[in-house]
């Protein structure tokens, strides 16, 4: 796909706060095989267990869960928890089946990106990923993450403020 396409694909997409109407749009797309075998706990999650995740998410401050919407469409999650003390915050980024590999993840990081360091008092932002996830390791590079630390079945990446203001003056 030439990077032409990709951007027209990926056009027009916004970030909105989750309400209890995505809830099941959420536990649908944190169910879905291929995403889940990325996932920490890889298990399939009940609806009720996951309402009850997403109800007390919702009142958890240092917790913040974006819906990507492609028009009127939702297309996909990114959640930030907040480790306030740590100044930094954790990432987790899930596009509906049928919508990757279109651009979108690299989009929606860009645009999370910069929500998270105007908005939650952070200096650095943490993503985790399992070894084998290409398209994950490509979207997180291609938007200024730095490998930090590798083990055997996880990699953790690293986006720091003062990297990302870095790069802002160089391309502006
Ligand atoms: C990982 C994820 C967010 C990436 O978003 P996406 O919209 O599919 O990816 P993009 O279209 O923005 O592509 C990002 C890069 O990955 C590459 N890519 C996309 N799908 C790929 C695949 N299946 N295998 C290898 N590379 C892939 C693209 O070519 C692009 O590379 P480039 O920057 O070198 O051109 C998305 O695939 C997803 O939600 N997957 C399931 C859940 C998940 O793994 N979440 C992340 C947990 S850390």
């Given at each position: 796909m030439t990077e032409l396409v990709r951007a027209e694909l990926a056009g027009g997409i916004t970030l909105k706060p989750a309400a209890m109407k995505d809830c099941r749009f959420l536990w649908q797309w944190r169910n879905d095989p291929e995403a889940r075998k990325?996932?920490?706990?890889t298990e399939y999650v009940p609806y009720p267990e996951h309402k009850d995740w997403f109800e007390a998410s919702l009142r958890n401050r240092d917790r913040h869960i974006f819906i990507v919407f492609q028009k009127n469409t939702r297309v996909g999650m990114v959640r930030f928890d907040v480790e306030p003390a740590a100044r930094r915050a954790n990432i987790h980024i899930n596009i509906s089946q049928g919508h990757r590999n279109q651009g979108l993840g690299r989009e929606v990081l860009k645009k999370a990106r910069r929500y998270a360091f105007d908005n939650?008092?952070?200096d650095s932002i943490i993503a985790r990923i399992k070894k084998g996830n290409e398209a994950s390791i490509k979207a997180f590079t291609y938007t200024g993450f730095k490998l930090v630390s590798d083990s055997p079945d996880w990699i953790t990446m690293s986006l720091s403020l003062r990297d990302t203001l870095k790069g802002t003056e160089a391309s502006a």
């Open positions: 990325y996932f920490t706990n939650l008092e952070i």
